[in-house]
């Protein structure tokens, strides 16, 4: 088992900074791929970026091209998203999660943080 904890969540205005961070403890030396996902009110939870276990690789959705940068440190067991130039659009949940091979699918996440609320005003 792999247990995710996620901070660094808050309330930003527009074109404002925040970022994130995910932990991760137990079954640690396996080496998961991670991701961040949001979910917003009324609407299905959503990929926004991934990273290989070495991070080596990265997937960023359309979106947060450019805004967003996930890097991890192995050493802390530690995921981050950087988030800038923040927009009102990018207000919901946001969620860690590990899988075992870098994946844009919901579905090929096996463990999944409570999520840190994001909220961006105009």
């Known amino acids: 088992q792999v247990q995710l904890v996620e901070s660094g969540g808050g309330s930003v205005q527009a074109g404002g900074s925040l970022r994130l961070s995910c932990a991760a403890s137990?079954?640690?030396?396996?080496?998961?791929?991670m991701g961040w996902f949001r979910q917003a009110p009324g609407k299905e939870r959503e990929f926004v970026v991934a990273?290989?276990?070495?991070?080596?690789?990265?997937y960023y959705a359309d979106s947060v091209k450019g805004r967003f940068t996930i890097s991890r440190d192995n050493a802390k067991n530690t995921v981050y998203l950087q988030m800038n130039s923040l927009k009102p659009e990018d207000t919901a949940v946001y969620y860690c999660?590990?899988?075992?091979?870098?994946?844009?699918?919901?579905?090929?996440?096996?463990?999944w943080g409570q999520g840190t609320q994001v909220t961006v005003s105009s």
């Open positions: 137990g079954r640690t030396r396996r080496s998961y791929a």
């Open positions: 999660a590990a899988a075992g091979f870098i994946t844009r699918a919901t579905n090929d996440y096996d463990y």
């Open positions: 990273i290989s276990w070495n991070g080596g690789s990265t």
